[in-house]
């Protein structure tokens, strides 16, 4: 079992940055890969980055996140984090955390889970 939990959400304005964080409790991550997913209301849950927890493999990010957004990873803590910058009032969504043992851009193939927390970004 794998145990996710998020934190750093919030209200922002448009250009604000924000760092999401990802506490990971539970078995040996050595073979997971680490994902970050957002859902806005009304739409799909949709893959915003994702890496290997070990490994070489560089990170995935989706093309509208890409150059604004960066994930990365302390091994000592057991945590994973999103920098977001220039922030939009299009990423308005809840942001969630996701570990699995294989990649997939569809949020439906990830196993575990955290609770999310929301990033609400208005002017």
């Known amino acids: 079992q794998v145990q996710l939990v998020e934190s750093g959400g919030g209200l922002v304005q448009p250009g604000d940055s924000l760092r999401l964080s990802c506490a990971i409790t539970?078995?040996?991550?050595?073979?997971?890969?680490m994902g970050w997913f957002r859902q806005a209301p009304g739409k799909e849950r949709e893959l915003v980055a994702a890496?290997?927890?070990?490994?070489?493999?560089?990170?995935v990010y989706a093309d509208f996140v890409k150059g604004r957004f960066v994930m990365s990873r302390d091994f000592v803590k057991r945590e994973v984090y999103l920098q977001m910058n220039n922030l939009q009032i299009e990423d308005t969504a809840v942001y969630f955390c996701?570990?699995?043992?294989?990649?997939?851009?569809?949020?439906?193939?990830?196993?575990?889970w955290g609770q999310g927390t929301q990033v609400t970004v208005s002017s």
């Open positions: 890496f290997p927890w070990t490994g070489i493999t560089s990170t």
């Open positions: 996701g570990a699995d043992q294989t990649f997939s851009n569809k949020s439906s193939a990830w196993r575990y």
């Open positions: 539970g078995r040996s991550l050595s073979t997971y890969y």
